[in-house]
């Protein structure tokens, strides 16, 4: 089976796209981090510890919790595997849009999933619309990711609460997905605190987005409660965290002042494409994070991609279809760029515009005729708005 298609696919493409698809912290990798790692030769050639001692205990300091109640994967997606593949859950609620791992994982254990449909009116926030379809469906296991990605928005704390209070008192698993939250000015311990009130409760999230390193994957959650814990635990693989990747995370952890130069990055040039975007006529959807959902015509996407600018097209977000993409917050310089490009394709369009009804007909008569050939989003039975 193919893999499910994300951002980032630049393999194959020719030397010269920018990647505006993948959502990592602009500043990129730490570059003295990895001269320093080269200097340990170790890494590669010893076992890495299982335990992740080391990092769990760092962790642990960072987050104000206790290492045994952290463990570490390959990247977050490892963790939702083996969340998946520990809880064995028969009944699954998700959001949909959302990240599509939460159902890759859940479609390896066979769960029956129901989509929480979000709905655009609603600028794709969670509305008290879902606690009825916590409530209906009673879903052994919930995933909502804070921010939601590919939307970028927040949950505020007291609806948040609520979710968790319901999830704890009907016995579902709340997992909340917490990737990006390092780029908003969210309180990450909040979250933390309310593991011990909350023993349902999973916190899945990575270095890979904060320090913009998908290649060395290191993900980590975090759970008070034993007994499910260590059901989650006996589904990884072993020596799945590279000692590369421990050592990077420990490294990394002593970075706070790249993080916030990160986070001040992002903040002013999210501020900057939503504005220029915005005024072009696009429509861009309320974001804290590092990236951001715009909806505009079809064919903006792949005339960026002949320009050689790579965003993400959404049409493969349930509930999202070909009109919507999602750009990342880059640099200046290149976010600059990107509306350049846009704006040459807006005027473009405008002299294609001219060609009359009649040529736009024939371009939708010649496009059915290749329908194969093009990316059409495809309509599921499966988007079926529970609980809206
Ligand atoms: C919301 C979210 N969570 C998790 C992941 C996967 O993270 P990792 O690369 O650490 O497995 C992604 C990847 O795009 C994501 O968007």
């Not at 320090?211 to 989650?232: K, T, V």
């Not at 420990?250 to 986070?263: A, I, T």
């Not at 977000?317 to 350049?340: C, M, P, Q, S």
């Amino acid at each position: 089976m193919a893999h499910d298609f994300h951002g980032g696919e630049i393999y194959g493409l020719e030397d010269g796209f920018v990647d505006f698809s993948v959502n990592i912290n602009p500043l990129g990798f730490p570059e003295n981090v990895w001269k320093e790692m080269l200097e340990h030769p170790e890494l590669a050639t010893l076992y890495p510890d299982q335990d992740c001692a080391k990092l769990r205990k760092a962790l642990g300091k960072k987050l104000g919790i206790a290492p045994k109640n952290i463990i570490c994967g390959n990247g977050a997606s490892e963790i939702f595997s083996m969340i998946a593949r520990g809880l064995k859950p028969e009944k699954a609620l998700v959001t949909a849009p959302t990240f599509s791992g939460y159902e890759h994982a859940l479609r390896q254990v066979g769960a029956t999933i129901a989509y929480h449909r979000l709905m655009e009116q609603d600028q794709f926030a969670l509305t008290e619309t879902y606690i009825e379809s916590l409530t209906d469906f009673k879903p052994n296991i919930a995933f909502l990711c804070q921010p939601n990605n590919p939307v970028g928005n927040l949950i505020d704390h007291d609806f948040l609460e609520k979710i968790m209070d319901i999830c704890e008192q009907q016995e579902t698993f709340l997992v909340l997905d917490i990737c990006f939250l390092g780029f908003t000015h969210d309180d990450e311990r909040w979250y933390y605190k309310k593991l011990s009130t909350h023993p349902h409760l999973i916190l899945g999230s990575a270095f890979t987005k904060l320090y913009a390193m998908p290649g060395i994957r290191l993900g980590y959650m975090a759970m008070d409660n034993f007994y499910d814990f260590d059901d989650i635990v006996d589904q990884q693989t072993e020596w799945s965290v590279s000692g590369i990747a421990q050592w990077v995370g420990q490294r990394v952890l002593e970075e706070s002042d790249y993080v916030e130069e990160g986070r001040k990055l992002v903040d002013e040039e999210r501020a900057y494409l939503t504005d220029q975007l915005t005024r072009m006529g696009f429509t861009v959807f309320p974001s804290e994070a590092n990236f951001i959902l715009v909806k505009g015509d079809w064919r903006v996407a792949d005339s960026l991609y002949k320009k050689e600018y790579l965003v993400r097209k959404a049409y493969n977000f349930k509930g999202l279809d070909n009109e919507y993409f999602r750009i990342a917050v880059k640099t200046h310089e290149e976010n600059e760029e990107l509306v350049w490009a846009l704006q040459i394709i807006q005027a473009d369009m405008i002299t294609f515009q001219e060609i009359g009804r009649q040529g736009i007909d024939d371009m939708v008569a010649i496009r059915e005729m290749h329908r194969d050939r093009f990316e059409m989003p495809e309509i599921t039975d499966d988007i079926m708005g529970f609980g809206v």
